[in-house]
C-alpha cells in the first residue's frame, strides 16, 4: 500500500490575498525596523497605532509577523484531508467537513481490504 501526499490549491483569489497581505507586512516591518513612516510618501496622516509602533518596534514587529501569518495561514488551507486506495475514494474532508475517527478509518480499511481479499485473494494488514 502506497501512501501519496499531495496539494489541494487554495481558491486563486483566496492565494493573491495572501500574496498581498504577505507584501504589506514586509514593508510594515522593514518601515518599523529603520523608523520610517510610509503614511508621510502616500500624503496621508499617519494613524496613532503606527506612531505607538514607532515607539514599541519589538512588540509591534512581533504583533504584526504573528497577526498577518496566522491571516495568511487561514486564506491559503483547504483542509483537505482525501484518503483513497488504488484510486478508490475512501475518505473525503471536503465533503465530510470532518476527519474519521480512528475507529471509522479502521473500519474502512478493512471493509476495502475485506473487499480486495474477495476478488483478487490479496490481502492488507492492519
Known amino acids: 500500500m502506497a ?3 499531495e496539494v489541494y490549491s487554495p481558491p486563486s483569489l483566496k492565494t493573491f490575498l495572501a500574496r498581498i497581505l504577505s507584501i504589506i507586512k514586509m514593508i ?3 518601515c518599523l525596523l529603520f523608523g520610517q513612516n ?3 510618501l502616500l ?3 499617519t494613524p496613532r497605532v503606527y506612531l505607538w509602533a514607532l515607539q514599541n518596534k519589538m512588540y509591534a ?3 504584526i509577523f504573528f497577526l498577518s501569518n496566522s491571516l495568511e495561514s487561514y486564506l491559503i488551507s483547504t483542509g483537505a484531508f482525501e484518503i483513497t486506495v488504488d484510486d478508490v475514494p475512501l475518505w473525503s474532508k471536503l465533503e465530510t467537513n470532518r476527519l474519521p ?3 471509522e478509518f479502521i ?3 478493512q471493509t476495502f481490504s475485506t ?3 474477495s476478488n483478487n485473494n490479496v490481502r492488507m494488514n492492519i
Open 61 to 63: 514587529c512581533l504583533m
Open 28 to 30: 510594515l516591518l522593514v
Open 101 to 103: 475517527s480512528s475507529n
Open 38 to 40: 510610509p503614511f508621510i
Open 107 to 109: 473500519q474502512m480499511l
Open 3 to 5: 501512501v501519496v501526499g
Open 43 to 45: 500624503n496621508m496622516p
Open 115 to 117: 473487499n480486495i481479499d
